[in-house]
């Protein structure tokens, strides 16, 4: 059975340009064991060194220079311009069936140096590579210098020049001290981009006798050394403060040129007291926020793959509190040769027409050269069938015999680009490249792609048909490519059957099977689940499997991610079955993640579920102590047997502090990314005490021991030594790669960046490549710090191969597979067709549209996009919302409609339709005016009731949504009484009535009524209210109380009975202030009333117990002075109805404070007393 895509690279791309007979490129396709063509093909480079190419001098050097063609090409190199004979020099070889060459290290590798420029060359043509220019890396010794002592005052600016040799690549530099630390970097004093050292003001702290700049060479990972400066500072007790002033750049402008799609650096450093600070801008804009990067303490301005729109004028400004000084840099964007049409293959069949295009852009302009087989074109010989027009070329008309390989170059001051594009010219009938009559087996709603390369020339023309029937398969659930794939959306059970693929051109057809069978998709219906059970216990984990009845599948069992196995290693306690694992007498070894993988030949389902195995050991646990607690950490941790990515650890044990410990956790820490975080590396069984760790390359560890037990986790060990281990290439490959544009003309590459301990050496980065897919055109690549690459100028939604690989200095990882990304999407250029509406009715309508032709998309097709809003209702006078709503459909039909719903009944309606990609909306269909239909009526805006004695009120307002027009109300109600309901009855009212009165056959009766509005269609939506409940007639009662005579001639004796007793107390006030009780005798009331059975009050004196004349008792018998108040007399007492509608006053005497304190509880003295006392 052959899988999707096997022959996705033998593809063919089909577009027709140009006018009538003038033919597209067209890719001659390989032999696929061979990887030659298979047909005579002129050549074509695919591999060859960097145009800049610098290499160690200590290593073998190897020029690179692949090609392909058939015949097989042979291979040729200049030096300098002139022929390079390989043969006359014993150190130089070429390789077999290749043009790489390779130059033994022995001898000078400067004797090499030079611009190399690779011919590849077979009976159809000449191609040419780069011109490659070799140079050898150099990492000079520096120079030889007595270094004075640098004596400065305190306060003022100081520079310490660095000047490394200049080296082949030019060397990192930076600071260090005699101890081999780096020198501390602040705002206050860092490291320019020239590499000194710069203080904006020197402190007495900053003596020193060891600032040392380092130089690093890449190639030959050495680090020189300069010879130290010694610092002494002159101490000054004021340090004067003083205006800022720049040490870099010099004076307040400057300029600087920078290239197209390289970085900008600006800097600006800044001296004076106190520090300045340092603040960017940009003339007449702001900062490019999403590609500046401010570096250095705001020292350094970044701008990462600059374009046109970054040049102008930055301006740099240091300020502190004693002022501010400026520095502008005019900064102009020159641009080396870019692409903006690079020349493709052009195969052409006898009598056609074509062209080779040649487009590129750069400042300044650049200039386009053609050659043809590598020499200029104007020395070539005359060629009647072809006319050159600047930077195209026309064919007419070509003829067997004239194949040739073009080559375009583009150059300016700043660079050059060269294109290799050959024009073969091929009579050939179609002809399948494909397997015949393959079988193709997908699972059910999966997309599907039916792949039937083919070529021929003239270009053939390609279609589809099922089980022999049809007019051709394109549109719908199926999309044709033009390289012959036919993709089938979701894969249902009828489009089981035989596609018959057909190619034909004038000199003839061919065509091809492939049987799609569709299955149902393997799925796990029954999962095991998590289960935790006792030692000794038996275990069973269920894998229930559904799957295609003609889909054989194979279930596995793993722990922990490695495959069980079922022989020796658990003793025969293992049994599984088609539907379950079962694990007999199970021990706390047998705890863990166990996964069913069900697997059939396309596709595959899995489950997992963990088993915690517990202790139950009865008289283990009595045996154990109450005061069980977490362990103590481990002691004593100890490095041996180290190796490149490995080392032991051993450790002794702390108290298990009366429970068993399970598990040991191994923690790790690194210096060079997250120093001083802890991060989890391992965990081991609890009998273990010694571990060999597996560890990553270039990571300076140490490891701490965590123990655990089922009380918790014990404190962690105290850290072990260090251990470096030694860098390596990367191996781990950068996962996520994926490509998609974010504008029309670009695809942005990005994956995920490797973790720290990935890198395995120093200046970890990345090697990104891609190609246009389907064109076997040389692959482009950069190298990276970032995780993501922007290309540009590319086409609209077209797709590339992307691959991706880490490098470091010891080498890189291996390479990723290829993905496929596309490129941006632009606006679709087409609008759906015909947009109309069909079946009406309140709240929704049909709609119907003629599709888009789906290569007017320009990107993936996303949805039909229906924009929709309610123009007014149909209700005079009545505002609605007129927001623009929207509703999406994705179909593929060829007469596509869909059901817009939710609507609002009896209202006017504009609708019109967009297609979408997933970026972009195009333009607008036509517009469609409809009016819905009436319908049901909402909900009264509001209903009200007012409750009086006999009767209620009842009161509502129109619908606010009337959906129609308003034929009147209806309006139900019945009794309510506790849970019973009582008959219901209805009353109907035109529609301008708004109230109703209704009398009550009894005041406690309790109705609940039902409103609801009606149009022609019917009621609409109910509105329910209920009368108040009886609680809340209690006030009315009381208001039917305080209307009764009897009540106001009780309320009038008790007022008499108030007024009295104000009198009296006006009189003692004017006879002295205090009033006795009595005037010769006082008799204290006792301080509990004593009522006799007839309800009469009995009062008794003490005469042992006297009060003070002008004093009274209190109610704990003590004696206090009187409180000239009223409050004492009444005026606090309480009012209340009883449910007879009788009234009870009580006044009671005032208590002080102290005193209540002291007294959980008292009788108030009647009335009758409070008149006794004043007499």
Not at 175 to 183: A, F, L, N, Y
Not at 958 to 976: A, C, D, F, M, S
Not at 1153 to 1160: H, I, Q, R, S, Y
Request: glycine residues 8%; contains cysteine.
């Amino acid at each position: 059975m052959w899988t999707q895509g096997r022959w996705a690279a033998l593809a063919v791309l089909s577009i027709i340009l140009l006018l009538s007979k003038e033919a597209a490129p067209i890719e001659v396709p390989l032999d696929r064991k061979s990887s030659t063509y298979i047909l005579k093909q002129p050549p074509t480079i695919v591999k060859q060194s960097l145009k800049d190419y610098i290499v160690d001098p200590r290593d073998n050097i190897i020029i690179e220079c692949e090609a392909k063609g058939n015949p097989v090409p042979t291979f040729q190199w200049r030096r300098n311009g002139k022929f390079f004979n390989v043969g006359k020099d014993p150190r130089v070889t070429m390789r077999i069936r290749s043009g790489t060459l390779e130059f033994r290290s022995s001898g000078k590798p400067e004797d090499y140096e030079g611009e190399y420029q690779c011919f590849a060359s077979n009976d159809f043509g000449t191609a040419i590579s780069n011109k490659i220019l070799l140079r050898v890396s150099k990492s000079p010794l520096w120079p030889k210098e007595v270094l004075e002592p640098v004596t400065v005052r305190e306060g003022v600016s100081l520079i310490l020049p660095c000047n490394p040799p200049p080296g082949l690549p030019p060397p990192e530099t930076f600071w260090m001290d005699s101890s081999i630390m780096p020198i501390p970097q602040d705002k206050r004093v860092s490291m320019g981009l020239n590499g000194d050292l710069f203080f904006s003001n020197v402190l007495a702290k900053d003596a020193n006798a060891d600032y040392s700049c380092n130089a690093r060479f890449e190639f030959t990972h050495t680090i020189q050394q300069k010879n130290p400066y010694t610092l002494k500072v002159q101490t000054m007790r004021n340090v004067p403060e003083t205006q800022p002033t720049f040490l870099s750049p010099k004076g307040l402008a400057s300029s600087k040129i920078v290239l197209r799609g390289e970085q900008l650096l600006l800097e600006c450093i800044g001296a004076g007291v106190p520090t300045p600070s340092i603040d960017w801008f940009k003339r007449g804009g702001d900062l490019p926020a999403k590609k500046v990067k401010l570096e250095n303490f705001n020292k350094t301005l970044r701008i990462l793959n600059v374009s046109e729109e970054d040049s102008g004028g930055y301006i740099c400004m240091a300020s502190n509190k004693m002022g501010s000084i400026r520095h502008s840099v005019e900064v102009q964007v020159k641009a080396a040769p870019y692409w903006l049409d690079k020349p493709t293959n052009l195969v052409l069949a006898p009598e056609e027409n074509g062209r080779l295009v040649c487009r590129a852009n750069g400042n300044p302009k650049p200039t386009i050269q053609w050659l043809v087989n590598g020499e200029p074109i104007e020395s070539s010989l005359p060629n009647p069938n072809q006319q050159v027009l600047g930077d195209t070329i026309m064919f007419h008309s070509v003829q067997i015999g004239s194949s040739a390989v073009y080559q375009c170059n583009a150059s300016n001051e700043h660079g050059y680009l060269l294109a290799n594009a050959f024009v073969s010219i091929l009579d050939m009938a179609p002809r399948m490249l494909g397997p015949k009559n393959q079988l193709i087996k997908v699972i059910e709603n999966n997309r599907t792609f039916l792949d039937c390369p083919f070529f021929g020339s003239p270009f053939p023309v390609l279609r589809w048909f099922k089980n022999g029937l049809g007019s051709g398969l394109d549109g719908g659930q199926y999309k044709l490519y033009p390289n012959g794939t036919l993709e089938i959306n979701q894969a249902r059970p009828e489009d089981q059957g035989t596609y018959t693929c057909v190619a034909s051109n004038i000199l003839g057809k061919m065509e091809n099977q492939v049987r799609l069978e569709v299955k149902e998709p393997t799925r796990i219906v029954r999962a095991p689940e998590h289960v935790t059970k006792p030692r000794g216990s038996t275990v069973r984990f269920d894998c229930r499997v559904k799957r295609d009845s003609s889909l054989p599948v194979t279930v596995t069992w793993l722990k922990d991610d490695k495959p069980l196995s079922f022989s020796w290693t658990f003793g025969g306690r293992l049994r599984k079955d088609d539907e379950s694992l079962t694990i007999q007498n199970v021990n706390p070894e047998d705890g863990g993640t166990y996964t069913c993988t069900a697997k059939s030949e396309i596709d595959e389902d899995s489950a997992s579920a963990r088993l915690t195995v517990i202790e139950d050991d009865i008289s283990s646990a009595s045996n154990r102590s109450a005061s069980a607690g977490r362990p103590d950490p481990p002691q004593d941790l100890e490095l041996s047997d180290p190796s490149a990515r490995s080392v032991r650890l051993t450790w002794v044990p702390g108290s298990e502090n009366n429970s068993p410990v399970t598990q040991f956790l191994v923690q790790f820490e690194e210096d060079k990314w997250e120093p001083g975080k802890w991060q989890n590396l391992s965990i081991y069984d609890g009998n273990l005490n010694s571990v060999n760790l597996q560890l990553s390359p270039f990571v300076n560890y140490q490891f701490r021991v965590i123990a655990i037990n089922a009380v918790g986790q014990s404190q962690p060990s105290h850290p072990s030594a260090r251990y470096q281990t030694s860098g390596a290439p990367p191996d781990v490959i950068p996962g996520g790669l994926q490509g998609w544009g974010n504008k029309k003309n670009n695809m942005e590459i990005t994956w995920q960046p490797l973790q720290n301990t990935e890198r395995n050496g120093p200046n970890l980065r990345y090697v990104v490549s891609w190609r246009r897919k389907d064109t076997e055109q040389e692959w482009n690549n950069i190298t990276t710090i970032r995780a993501k690459h922007i290309i540009h100028n590319t086409d609209t939604y077209v797709p590339y191969e992307i691959k991706i690989q880490a490098i470091n200095d010891f080498g890189h990882s291996p390479e990723s597979n290829v993905v496929i990304g596309y490129t941006g999407e632009d606006k679709p250029s087409a609008a759906p067709t015909e947009l109309r509406v069909s079946k009406i009715n309140s709240t929704k309508v049909n709609v119907h549209w003629v599709p888009v032709d789906p290569s007017t998309v320009n990107g993936e097709f996303k949805e039909y996009k229906l924009y929709y809003w309610r123009e007014a209702s149909l209700i005079k006078g009545l505002k609605v919302n007129k927001t623009k709503l929207h509703k999406g459909f994705f179909t593929t039909a060829e007469h596509p409609s869909g059901i817009l719903t939710e609507l609002f009944p009896y209202s006017k309606y504009k609708i019109y339709m967009v297609v979408a990609n997933r970026e972009h909306e195009g333009p607008q269909s036509n517009t469609v005016e409809f009016y819905t239909k009436e319908g049901e009526p909402g909900a009264p805006k509001y209903f009200r009731i007012q409750r009086h004695t006999d009767r209620v009120h009842l009161k509502w307002d129109k619908p606010q949504e009337p959906n129609g027009v308003l034929i009147g109300y209806t309006l139900q109600y019945h009794t309510v009484n506790g849970t019973q309901a009582g008959e219901r009855k209805v009353q109907s009212f035109l529609p301008n009535v708004t109230e109703y009165i209704m009398d009550l056959p009894h005041r406690l009766t309790r109705f609940k009524f039902y409103l609801a509005a009606r149009t022609q269609v019917g009621a609409g939506e109910v509105y329910a209210v209920e009368s108040p409940h009886f609680a809340n007639e209690a006030y009315k009662e009381q208001e039917d109380i305080a209307t009764q005579g009897w009540f106001i001639g009780l309320m009038c004796a008790v007022a008499l009975l108030v007024l009295i007793l104000l009198i009296v107390c006006f009189i003692k006030r004017s006879r002295g202030g205090k009033y006795p009780v009595r005037e010769k005798k006082d008799l204290p009331l006792d301080p509990v009333d004593h009522k006799d059975q007839d309800g009469s009050f009995d009062y008794h004196s003490d005469e042992d117990n006297k009060p003070l004349q002008g004093s009274q008792t209190s109610l704990d018998g003590n004696v206090k002075e009187s409180d000239d108040s009223l409050v004492d007399y009444g005026e606090g007492g309480d009012g209340q109805f009883n449910e007879d509608g009788s009234f009870i006053g009580q006044y009671t005497v005032k208590k002080d404070k102290e005193e209540t304190e002291g007294n959980e509880s008292s009788e108030a003295t009647s009335p009758v007393n409070a008149i006794y006392s004043l007499a």
